[in-house]
């Protein structure tokens, strides 16, 4: 289940940062192999129990062997919110900033403003931003050169509220999309799947071949999975681009 790992993740960083009160714990979230873990690194920082820093050389050595994702770290008294040096390290590596408060059991995510968001793997789902439709948006919007257009109310509702039939296939008609056959799916055709949490088709997922989706889980990191038959049997819709077609 693509789930289970940002599960782990979360108790991975739980763990550790109560493992290292009343200091900062960090570390550093990676890709490989299509799979997200943790990558725990000394907090070298002057005063821990305020602040974090990870060395150079440990971050440079990480960059060298993963695809890193993002950069995690713990908040152990009451501040909240991210520092401003929490924030300098972030546009200074270019790389999100996952935070984890232990005095509310909260995490909360810093994207710094000059990163180069070139990649569609690992964003954290964020209703409208970083969820499974706008990932489709934008990669259509950045690969295939095909920008939706649609009212924003359309948007708006929650997907419990959604009615599959009057609303998303009308608008992918209006978008110059074609319903397809299941069976018949190739490379960037978009996939509609039933979820865990409604039991009804709600997921969208963009097929890149060879059996690989990506797609954005429900309050986790977006990323490629195997199109296997746990996901097979859940699509119940499939469109095409007629300028894929």
């Given at each position: 289940m693509s789930n289970m790992i940002d599960?782990?993740?979360?108790?991975?960083?739980?763990?550790?940062?109560?493992?290292?009160?009343?200091?900062?714990?960090?570390?550093?979230?990676?890709e490989e192999n299509n799979e997200f873990k943790c990558i725990p690194t000394t907090n070298i920082a002057k005063n821990k129990q305020i602040n974090f820093e990870i060395s150079g050389i440990d971050f440079l050595n990480i960059k060298s062997r993963y695809n890193i994702i993002?950069?995690?770290?713990?908040?152990t008294n009451d501040f909240e919110e991210f520092s401003e040096q929490d924030k300098i390290c972030a546009e200074a590596m270019s790389c999100d900033l996952i935070l984890y408060f232990i005095k509310?059991?909260?995490?909360?995510?810093y994207e710094p403003f000059n990163k180069k968001n070139n990649t569609y793997i690992g964003r954290y789902?964020?209703?409208?931003?970083?969820?499974?439709?706008?990932?489709?948006?934008?990669?259509?919007?950045?690969?295939?050169?095909?920008?939706?257009?649609?009212?924003?109310?359309?948007?708006?509702?929650?997907?419990?509220?959604?009615?599959?039939?009057?609303?998303?296939?009308?608008?992918?008609?209006?978008?110059?999309?074609?319903?397809?056959?299941?069976?018949?799916?190739?490379?960037?055709?978009?996939?509609?799947?039933?979820?865990f949490s409604f039991n009804k088709a709600k997921h969208f997922a963009i097929y890149l071949g060879d059996n690989k989706i990506l797609h954005q889980p429900l309050f986790g990191f977006s990323k490629i999975d195997n199109y296997c038959n746990f996901y097979k049997r859940r699509t119940s819709y499939a469109f095409r681009s007629k300028e894929n077609d």
């Open positions: 599960n782990k993740i979360k108790k991975f960083i739980k763990k550790k940062s109560l493992e290292d009160s009343p200091n900062e714990t960090c570390g550093f979230i990676v993002a950069i995690y770290h713990s908040h509310d059991d909260a995490f909360k995510v789902f964020e209703l409208g931003k970083y969820d499974c439709f706008s990932l489709v948006e934008d990669f259509y919007k950045k690969e295939k050169k095909i920008e939706f257009k649609y009212d924003k109310s359309f948007y708006s509702q929650t997907l419990e509220n959604m009615n599959i039939e009057n609303e998303v296939l009308k608008f992918y008609k209006d978008n110059g999309f074609i319903q397809i056959s299941i069976n018949d799916i190739k490379t960037h055709d978009i996939l509609l799947m039933d979820t």
